[in-house]
Every structure is written in C-alpha cells, then in structure tokens.
C-alpha cells in the first residue's frame, strides 16, 4: 500500500491546523500541553466553534451534518487536533449515542437529539457498567419495567465519565428479565436531572475528579425515550461500540507527548548536562519514538482497510492499536516523570517558589491518570482475547 498523502492530503492538513490557530484560545491550549484541568466552558465553546465550520460531527453522514470527509481526512484530522492540542469532540454524544440514532432511532428523536448532539446544546455520558458488570457488561441488572407510557428504571452505573458535566444519559437497562443476559436489555436515553437520579464523584488516584457513580430510584422516563426496538439493546451497544476505533491508539497525543519531553529534555539538566545529552535517556526515548512510529504505520493501514468489515464492525485488528497506543502513552509520562525527577512531585516547594517550574506539578498526577488507559474502551486482556480470536485464529 501507498503510505504516502496525496497533494489533497497535505492541504486538508495544513487547512486543519490553520483552522486549529486560529480559532483555539492561547489559555486552552496552553492547559491541554501541560495536562491541566480544561472547564466545561471552554470545551463546549470550543466544539460550537468546531460546529459552526461543520466539523464537530464530521464522521455523520451528510444528510446529519457530516462533512463526507474520507476515512484519511478523518484521520488526519484527528491526529491534528491531538497533537496541537485542542479537544476533540464528545465521544458520548458524536460518536457514540449519535450514530446510534440516526442509526436505530425513529425521525421524531433524529430531529430533536441529532442538532443538540452536534451544538453541544446536551452533555451525554454513558450508562453502561455496573459495579457487577464491568469487562462482562451483559451482567448488567439495572431494570426498566414498563408502567403505561412511562419507564421505572431501578439500579446503579458506576465509572460513569463526565457525568457531573452532563445533562443526558444513554443506559443499558434489563427490560426482560426471563430472557438470555446478552438478550433482553435495551437502550434508553433520559435525562440526568430526573427526580430520582443521584451522582456521586469518584475521586481518581491523580486526585482527579472525571468519573460518576449514578444511582437511579424509581427514575420516571417517557417511554418514547426507548431508541430502536425494545430487548434490542445489546445490539445497539455493540454497533456503538465499533464506531471509530482507529482512533483509539491517540497517536497524537503521543506524538506531542514526545515533542515536548524533547523540548523539555534540552533544558532540564541531570549531572551538569541537558537530559537530552544522556545516552541511557536518548536510548528509551529512541526506542519510543520507533514504536510510535510502528503504531502510526499499523493505524494507517488499518484506516486504509476500513469499510471492508461491515458498518459498524470494527477491524479486529484495532485492538492491536488499542495496546500499543496504551504503551505508547504510559511509556511518554513515565519518560517526563524520570526527566523531571523530584520536581515532578505534586506541592513541593519547589512549584511555590518557581513560576517556571510550576507546570512540572501536573507531571505525577499525569503519570497516575494514564494508568487507567489499559482499562477503559476494553482492557489489555479483553483486546488480547480478541486478537487471539479474530485475528489469529486460535
């Protein structure tokens, strides 16, 4: 295959990052390189001014708002708002329960939910796992009952991303409870100020706090708000959840990652001398940078194979950029923490004293975050099995 972009390519790219400077506030941007905090605010103006260019929902088909972008274009535009970096847009909402409305969902719900979606107008999160029904998601026992034209919906999501940002939800509920566990449960979307819905922060081990548990009592739902056929939704979640996986190696936050502990590296000085000078440091910072590469090249490929697995399903060869992107982004903080060394300690009085060394207080809690990466959008071991499976045969 031909790994090299087109002319086209190469000015869709440059259009992109023109785009990226001249619309992405300094203040965002500048949170983002260092791993800050970016508020609700700010990435919400930010995707209304992606939205009013039409690229927000880049991905939907044409007659949704989508651009008719191919599968490159939506590579390299994506990598290029990684590696500026600027937000991409809501997974839950875009590329998530989006699809699965104009997919599943009947006219009334795409004329009302898919504008919302793309203006940000709604913050969705996702109400799938349970604190019993986490990598075995059709364990879930959170139950819908069916009251005339309304939903009772009983039990508790855990893990929950965002959720004190969101104002919907889309939920995997058990609606027949006689049926098989991967039969039998549906998917219903309401909204997360409903009498009856509770959301409590978990705090992360970076003293973050990015996830929810959502306890739902006797939450009083239209029935109208079921999307597709009842007992249909274990289907639903799988079609979800194969809508862009190219995108889930992050190879440009790597990239940038690496550029920065490049520029870092210069000035950071260990024995008298730059980092950047010490042969054991350029050794591993080598050898990421030659895997990241290899990623790069094997997502490529991936993107150039996509369409031939069906709508919605996945190249099971995904999964391998799953967990190289997951080494890859935990290889790029461990390398910052060992740079910095004991500046990157969180509240030292070194971050006190030093305006410019301030930034290095985000490093360990940086460090920590990505642990999680190996665990969320499937584990390490899940990908392995279907590796196994899929792509090997065994």
Same mark, same amino acid.
């Given at each position: 295959?031909?790994?090299? &972009?087109?002319? #086209?390519? %190469?000015?869709?790219?440059?259009?992109? +990052?023109?785009?990226?400077? $001249?619309?992405?506030?300094? !203040?965002?941007?500048?949170?983002?390189?260092?791993?800050?905090?970016?508020?609700?605010?700010?990435?919400?103006?930010?995707?209304?001014?992606?939205?009013?260019?039409?690229?927000?929902?880049s991905?939907?088909?044409?007659?949704?708002?989508?651009?008719?972008?191919?599968?490159?274009?939506?590579?390299?535009?994506?990598?290029?708002?990684?590696?500026?970096?600027?937000?991409?847009?809501?997974?839950?909402?875009?590329?998530?329960?989006?699809?699965?409305?104009?997919? &599943?969902?009947? #006219?009334? %719900?795409?004329?009302?939910?898919?504008? +919302?979606?793309?203006?940000? $107008?709604?913050?969705?999160? !996702?109400?799938?796992?349970?604190?019993?029904?986490g990598?075995?998601?059709?364990?879930?026992?959170?139950?819908?009952?069916?009251?005339?034209?309304?939903?009772?919906?009983?039990?508790q999501?855990?893990?929950?991303?965002?959720?004190?940002?969101?104002?919907?939800?889309?939920?995997?509920?058990?609606?027949?409870?006689?049926?098989?566990?991967?039969?039998?449960?549906?998917?219903?979307?309401?909204?997360?100020?409903?009498?009856?819905?509770t959301?409590?922060?978990?705090?992360?081990?970076?003293?973050?706090?990015?996830?929810?548990?959502?306890?739902?009592?006797?939450?009083?739902?239209?029935?109208?708000?079921?999307?597709?056929?009842?007992?249909?939704?274990?289907?639903?979640?799988?079609?979800?959840?194969?809508?862009?996986?190219?995108?889930?190696?992050?190879?440009?936050?790597?990239?940038?990652?690496?550029?920065?502990?490049?520029?870092?590296?210069?000035?950071?000085?260990s024995?008298?001398?730059?980092?950047?000078?010490?042969?054991?440091?350029?050794?591993?910072?080598?050898?990421?940078?030659?895997?990241?590469?290899?990623?790069?090249?094997?997502?490529?490929?991936?993107?150039?194979d996509?369409?031939?697995?069906?709508?919605?399903?996945?190249n099971?060869?995904?999964?391998?950029?799953?967990?190289?992107?997951t080494?890859?982004?935990?290889?790029?903080?461990?390398?910052?923490?060992?740079?910095?060394?004991?500046?990157?300690?969180?509240?030292?009085?070194?971050?006190?004293?030093?305006?410019?060394m301030?930034?290095?207080?985000?490093?360990?809690?940086?460090?920590?975050?990505?642990?999680?990466?190996?665990?969320?959008?499937?584990?390490?071991?899940?990908?392995?099995?279907?590796?196994?499976?899929?792509?090997?045969?065994?």
């Amino acid at each position: 295959m031909d790994l090299v &972009f087109t002319k #086209e390519e %190469q000015a869709f790219r440059q259009e992109v +990052r023109q785009f990226l400077r $001249d619309n992405v506030s300094p !203040q965002m941007r500048h949170k983002m390189i260092q791993d800050r905090h970016v508020s609700k605010e700010e990435m919400v103006t930010w995707w209304r001014i992606l939205n009013k260019k039409g690229w927000n929902v880049s991905s939907w088909p044409k007659e949704y708002g989508g651009t008719g972008w191919s599968s490159v274009q939506h590579y390299i535009f994506r990598e290029e708002l990684q590696m500026y970096p600027a937000p991409t847009p809501l997974a839950f909402g875009v590329g998530m329960v989006g699809p699965v409305i104009y997919t &599943f969902g009947n #006219e009334a %719900q795409k004329k009302y939910y898919l504008p +919302r979606i793309a203006n940000v $107008d709604d913050w969705w999160c !996702q109400g799938f796992s349970e604190p019993g029904a986490g990598s075995d998601l059709a364990s879930l026992t959170t139950k819908a009952e069916r009251r005339g034209d309304k939903w009772i919906i009983n039990g508790q999501k855990t893990w929950t991303t965002l959720a004190q940002h969101a104002d919907m939800i889309f939920c995997l509920c058990r609606t027949d409870p006689r049926a098989k566990k991967q039969m039998g449960i549906s998917f219903i979307v309401f909204c997360l100020n409903s009498k009856g819905v509770t959301v409590r922060p978990i705090q992360t081990i970076d003293g973050g706090h990015e996830v929810n548990e959502v306890f739902l009592d006797d939450v009083e739902v239209p029935y109208e708000n079921l999307i597709g056929e009842e007992n249909k939704g274990w289907d639903y979640a799988k079609f979800l959840l194969g809508n862009e996986r190219t995108g889930i190696a992050r190879v440009g936050v790597s990239k940038e990652r690496i550029r920065r502990i490049k520029e870092v590296a210069s000035d950071v000085k260990s024995g008298g001398r730059p980092m950047i000078e010490d042969p054991a440091f350029r050794e591993k910072l080598a050898i990421s940078e030659i895997e990241l590469k290899a990623l790069e090249l094997t997502q490529l490929r991936i993107v150039a194979d996509e369409g031939k697995h069906g709508k919605g399903k996945p190249n099971p060869a995904s999964s391998m950029l799953k967990i190289k992107g997951t080494q890859s982004q935990q290889t790029a903080t461990e390398l910052l923490m060992e740079m910095i060394g004991p500046f990157a300690a969180p509240y030292n009085e070194h971050h006190e004293s030093s305006e410019a060394m301030d930034w290095t207080a985000q490093i360990a809690p940086s460090y920590f975050n990505n642990r999680k990466v190996s665990i969320y959008g499937g584990s390490d071991e899940i990908q392995r099995n279907i590796i196994a499976k899929a792509v090997l045969g065994l």
